[in-house]
């Protein structure tokens, strides 16, 4: 992926004004500068896309949609503030955001969950938040278009054993994302009889990480499974490789990133193997592939792009499903924007014509998006594939897919 000029950055902030007399905005609050930068960019775009495309088939419900993006610099105070500005003096009916689960859990539980006021995360998949649903303290407002890493751990586990990686270390962020994939990672790796040698965990932003590498390479294990975010993991992931340790890794979904693999050297990452939320293919997923980048600039597979195209589009969906931005409907109307028994809709600017057409005569709709069709549960969780990759000659490849029913066959294994 081509990194975005901070200058640019700092120009997602603004929206173009479409002449309308109506307009509805939409808080984000996205990592755009920080650790996962890389992320917040792609997402930002992806949003911008959709609503570009809802309001070129009509805008929703008279009206169109526009974004206030907020830059949370992945500090979870500095989000909170961001979403609190949204939500309390914007006034904002919905936030998309944060990307990842840090973020995500603060902006939730401190502004929306109280404020009663619509959340879509694209990429948050911490278990924390199915939890907070689960204890009722989320007022049914949280929604995530990315499967749970209650479901990563297990196909990352299977794949790890696939690849031979009986002998793991663990180095993973010290935070709810890092704490909660290791547990849903190490039950079913062990299961299958792997062994988790040890568990360094690391605190983000240090300038050094020699004494996490030296602790966890002192196990003489056949892989690393590192956790962690393009930035600091190209940091460790050095070290390791300096210190001598072996050149096999298993990596979470975040790492899928051409900086990573650019600060660290594609030469040492030959056996660099990882797991991610995947896609069921559908026609909104080969036009997001064939457009995104002439639009963003940015590649299609970079990390949480496909899934905040979703995102955006789900939430213009269910405004106009709602008649407007209230945010008490919004909620329900998001669910409504996938029901099972609706006409099919995918992405664009033609199908949201259909789609928009459908809503204002009473009809259902379902949307498929670029993830697939999906299907939100009681506490605005879905399920998925996920896709297995490898690099290859410096290229995050596709070497395979887990299924639902994989996934379930590999969880009743383990029981």
């Known amino acids: 992926m081509k990194r975005i000029l901070l200058a640019t950055v700092a120009a ?27 992320y917040g960019q792609a997402g930002a775009k992806s949003v911008e896309m959709a609503f570009r495309d809802l309001n070129d088939a009509g805008g929703v419900a008279g009206c169109t949609l526009i974004t206030d993006t907020r830059d949370s610099q992945t500090q979870a105070n500095v989000a909170v503030d961001a979403a609190t500005q949204l939500v309390q003096v914007g006034k904002v009916p919905a936030i998309i955001g944060g990307i990842i689960s840090p973020m995500s859990i603060p902006i939730l539980t401190s502004v929306t969950g109280p404020a009663k006021v619509l959340q879509v995360s694209p990429a948050s998949s911490s278990p924390t938040l199915t939890a907070l649903g689960r204890d009722g303290k989320t007022n049914g407002i ?15 586990a299977k794949y790890a054993m696939d690849q031979g990686m009986k002998r793991l270390v663990i180095i993973h962020q010290n935070n709810d994302f890092g704490v909660n994939l290791v547990k849903e990672f ?3 790796y062990t299961a299958l009889g792997g062994e988790v040698i040890s568990v360094t965990p690391y605190n983000s932003k240090q300038s050094s990480y020699a004494s996490e590498v030296t602790a966890a390479n002192a196990g003489e294990p056949d892989a690393l499974y590192l956790i962690s975010d393009p930035v600091d993991g190209a ?30 050297g594609a030469e040492y990452l030959g056996q660099a193997y990882g797991t991610s939320s995947g896609t069921n293919p559908t026609a909104s997923t080969e036009y997001f592939n064939a457009n995104y980048q002439a639009f963003s600039g940015i590649d299609p597979a970079a990390p949480a792009a496909d899934r905040s ?42 199908e949201f014509t259909k789609a928009l057409a459908l ?5 259902p709709i379902r949307y498929e998006g670029v993830i697939g069709p999906v299907n939100f549960d009681a506490y605005g969780d879905i399920s998925g594939p996920f896709r297995l990759w490898q ?20 969880q009743a294994q383990v029981k």
């Not at 949280?142 to 749970?148: K, L, N, V």
């Open 186 to 188: 190490t039950a079913p």
């Open 309 to 350: 195209y979703d995102a955006g589009a789900l939430v213009g969906l269910a405004i106009a499903i709602a008649g407007g931005p209230d945010a008490t409907k919004l909620p329900d109307a998001l669910r409504e924007a996938v029901n099972p028994e609706g006409e099919v809709i995918h992405a664009g600017k033609d």
């Open 142 to 156: 949280f929604f995530r278009t990315i499967t749970s890493d209650a479901l990563q751990g297990v196909a990352a």
């Open 391 to 410: 690099i290859v000659d410096g290229v995050v490849t596709t070497t395979g897919e887990m299924t639902n029913a994989d996934v379930e066959a590999v």
């Open 12 to 38: 997602l902030a603004v929206t173009p004004v479409i002449a309308q007399d109506c307009q509805i905005t939409i808080g984000l609050v996205l990592e755009l500068t920080g650790p996962a930068g890389e």
């Open 235 to 264: 940091t460790i992931a050095r070290t390791w490789v300096s210190q001598g340790g072996v050149q096999k890794f298993l990596l979470n979904d975040g790492m899928n990133s051409e900086d990573f693999i650019a600060s660290v």
């Open 359 to 363: 809503i204002a005569e009473g009809k």
